[in-house]
T-cell receptor
Framework: DAGVTQSPTHLIKTRGQQVTLRCSPISGHKSVSWYQQVLGQGPQFIFQYYEKEERGRGNFPDRFSARQFPNYSSELNVNALLLGDSALYLC???????????FGPGTRLTVT | GIQVEQSPPDLILQEGANSTLRCNFSDSVNNLQWFHQNPWGQLINLFYIPSGTKQNGRLSATTVATERYSLLYISSSQTTDSGVYFCAVYSGGGADGLTFGKGTHLIIQP
């Protein structure tokens, strides 16, 4: 079975630009969560979606938004990029919101 | 919010040695997971263990939920065990994601 997939793998953007990251969950999983990991730290929770509705939001500015589609895939959008948004963005899926989470390989975003 | 502390932050061992990694958390949890992050950033699931003891080959984990800690044991370490080990917890309510500790950076020398 395919695991969680994310695209693109790497991305370079300029300050002020907008970016969209994509995630496809494990087949049968209905919950998708997004995390940001900066160098040397553990991942930080951004959003959780379950059955296409936002279930939780971490301490991130409104420049960050997300959505989940009918097929349970998800997109993370970041507007007005800052240098500090440079990080590894991880997507995780689970069957239900509180169950074991499985992570994708991540998208490495560099903002210059 | 819930706090997660991992110790030690760094650990250097010789191949074949055994190690114990600790995770303390500040509140009751509905979910606790241990991950190994490889050099490419992929988080690999090791254990889903909100309570009790589990074993998988050379690795085992124990969570004592009433005392708010979990331990990850690695026996007969191999160089491929090197990397960062994260403990992550889910405190419940459905409104939060996993809260991660800062990790233990493990280096296994040949």
């Amino acid at each position: 079975d395919a695991g969680v997939t994310q695209s693109p793998t790497h991305l370079i953007k300029t300050r002020g630009q907008q970016v969209t990251l994509r995630c496809s969950p494990i087949s049968g999983h209905k919950s998708v969560s997004w995390y940001q990991q900066v160098l040397g730290q553990g991942p930080q929770f951004i959003f959780q979606y379950y059955e296409k509705e936002e279930r939780g939001r971490g301490n991130f500015p409104d420049r960050f938004s997300a959505r989940q589609f009918p097929n349970y895939s998800s997109e993370l959008n970041v507007n007005a990029l800052l240098l500090g948004d440079s990080a590894l963005y991880l997507c995780a899926s689970s069957f239900e919101a509180v169950r074991e989470q499985y992570f994708g390989p991540g998208t490495r975003l560099t903002v210059t | 919010g819930i706090q997660v502390e991992q110790s030690p932050p760094d650990l250097i061992l010789q191949e074949g040695a055994n190690s114990t990694l600790r995770c303390n958390f500040s509140d009751s949890v509905n979910n606790l997971q241990w991950f190994h992050q490889n050099p490419w950033g992929q988080l690999i699931n090791l254990f889903y263990i909100p309570s009790g003891t589990k074993q998988n080959g050379r690795l085992s984990a124990t969570t004592v939920a009433t005392e708010r800690y979990s331990l990850l044991y690695i026996s007969s370490s191999q160089t491929t065990d090197s990397g960062v080990y994260f403990c992550a917890v889910y405190s419940g309510g459905g409104a939060d994601g996993l809260t991660f500790g800062k990790g233990t950076h493990l280096i296994i020398q040949p």
